[in-house]
């Protein structure tokens, strides 16, 4: 019997869960745990009947360390599922450690007050050292992995769809069709339409801090930071169209460009609408998007999380949004000598998404790939003492269950490059 505890019950949450309650046979019981147990009860309850997994519900604060350890402690899981958000990756690391207990996230560890003198030097020495601006990075993360080592335990990060899928169909083109990948483009194409002026797809806080930095590639052994939105291409993705996409930081170049060998070049494009891009360097330039507190009427609010207070609640975008997604990455290198060009993507369809679970089609392709890394490591096929990126374990496995599990994939030999 194996139990699972996972930590959040927002977006992806809700999909990752839901897909859980379906493999009872690797999860036989499930707790969800958040601040607002209400919202655990309510998806518990949504699943009661349906599944034969047995799901419980408890209230955690996963930013402080104890509060983690006494649940662990109770509940007694085999591995903790942490779909909270990236700023409590490091307490609840560490409470893994406490109680020798696996570790799977989606996200690599960022911090909530980017004002933090203590975080801020730390932060000042890294952009100076590997010249990239984004808030966050691996090194937090991969500083543990001689301690899960020590403890035998797993922490596999960043089994989401980009980070995550993305990186699998890397290990997986590395070992099926190339001897040496050259260059990755990595596309995230968001074909789908919500009706409403300005939403973001996933939190928004995390979103929005994303979006609005500078962007970076990896050329030939370093980064090259660019300034948001500067670089844009035009890509025709199938099964959606012609659509604008723009140079992002993203956190799996960090670690591709570690466990690719002779990679020359890892570039990540993310796809937006003018009217997003405009409604953003709005609230930019009105401080909407500060993360640090300002004084309002005698009390302090952080801008970002007053915005998100007013924008759509991501889970609520299901039943509006049509039109599908399409992410996915081409790879150039060469195999026995001679140069080749390969795209393996997904195509997954709003409505589709929510007709099964009630979800759109982001915390749709996040909460899969979720539940499948979940899985891999409690059922000991993706299980090893230390810290670990998805690239690093055998793909196939993780590629036969994105098949089964609702995440298609295609391979396309000589697809049409991004210049
Ligand atoms: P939501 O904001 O919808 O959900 C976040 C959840 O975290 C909520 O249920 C919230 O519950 C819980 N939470 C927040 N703070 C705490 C805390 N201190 N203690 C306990 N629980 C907490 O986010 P999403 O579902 O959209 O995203 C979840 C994660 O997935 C994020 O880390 C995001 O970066 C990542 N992601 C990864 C992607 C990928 O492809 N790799 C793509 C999209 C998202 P409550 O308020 O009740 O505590």
Redesign the pocket.
Known sequence: MSKILI???????SVAIQKCAKKADVFSEICIA???VS?CDALKEKLEGTTDAKITTAK????DVNDLISLIKKEQPKAVLN????Y?DLTIMDACLVCGVDYID??NYEAEDTEDPEWRAVYERRCAEKGFTAYFDYSWQWAYKERFEKAGITALL?S?????VTSVFSAYALKHYFDEIHYIDIMDCNGGDHGYPFATN??PE?NLREVSANGSYWEDGHWVETKPMEIKREYDFAQVGKKDMYLLHHEEIESLAQNIPGIRRIRFFMTFGQSYLTHMKCLENVGMLRTDPVMFEGREIVPIQFLKALLPD??SLGPRTVGKTNIGCIFTGVKDGKEKSVYIYNVCDHQECYRELGSQA??YT?GVPAMIGAMLVMNGTWKKPGVFNVEEFDPDPFMEALNQYGLPWVVEENPVLVD
């Open positions: 930590i959040g019950c927002g977006g992806v949450a958040s601040r607002t919202k955690v604060n996963a930013d779909l909270a958000l990236p409590q989606t996200a960043g989401g769809f980009d980070p995550g996933f939190n995390i991501p889970a982001i915390s996040t």
